[in-house]
Each structure stands twice: as C-alpha cells, then as structure tokens.
C-alpha cells in the first residue's frame, strides 16, 4: 500500500480500537501523513480524555508516519474547498485534511461518510 493521508476521525477509530479501522488501517498508519490541524483535533479529544501532552504527541508520532505542518499552500487550498463542502458542513479541520491529500495527490482516509458525496480530485477510502 502506499502512501495515504489519514484525517482525526480515522486516527480516532484507530486508536479506540473500532474493529474495522484496525483493519483498514493497520497496513497503511505507518506510511500516512496527518495535518497538524487533525493532530490538533485528535489531541484535543485525546486531551479531554485525561491523556497527557506527552503521551498523545508520543502515541500519533508512533502511530502515523509523520504530521504535516499546515502551511499557507495548504490554507489556500482549504479556503478553496469551502464552497464545495459547505453543503456537507465539513470543518477547517476536515478541509485541512483534504488540502493535505491534494497537496501530495494521495488518497484520504476518514470516518466520514459524507465526505464520499464530494467531487474532488483524490481517492475517499471510508473505513467504516
């Protein structure tokens, strides 16, 4: 499998543990990218858990093959897609996650489903 971006939904299914986010992904976490804006959104929730900074920067750094730092190539690129994902009420966050994947033409892992209704130049692998 090659590279693929993986958005905080997925990484979130991963690491709770969902059985089939296991199985989508456990062939491809070690080769994929993260926006720092979806490691932002996963240490978040990480975080309300109770995790402690250093363990959730510890845990998505042994997880996923490296975090992409969300530069202004990419703000664009986001800020672009908002009138194609308003009607499907994506966030900054998911946009991020899309802006990374077509930065780097690489295929996008999300939980998502609606995020399959969209007409845009990269693969949307749902993983569940």
């Not at 990218?33 to 975080?47: H, K, Q, R, Y």
């Not at 986001?78 to 780097?104: E, I, V």
């Amino acid at each position: 499998m090659s590279e693929a971006v993986i958005d905080a939904s997925a990484l979130l299914a991963f690491l709770k543990g969902e059985e089939r986010a296991l199985k989508e992904l456990e062939d491809i976490l070690h080769k994929s990218f993260i926006s720092s804006v979806n490691f932002c959104e996963v240490a978040t929730i990480l975080g309300g858990l109770g995790m402690p900074k250093e363990t959730i920067e510890e845990v998505v750094e042994e997880t996923v093959n490296k975090i992409v730092y969300f530069d202004s190539d990419q703000a664009l690129i986001a800020a672009g897609l908002r009138d194609l994902t308003k009607p499907y009420g994506l966030s900054l966050g998911d946009r991020a996650c899309l802006a990374l994947g077509l930065t780097y033409k690489l295929p996008v892992y999300t939980a998502d489903k609606i995020w399959k209704n969209l007409d845009i130049d990269i693969p949307i692998e749902l993983i569940r």
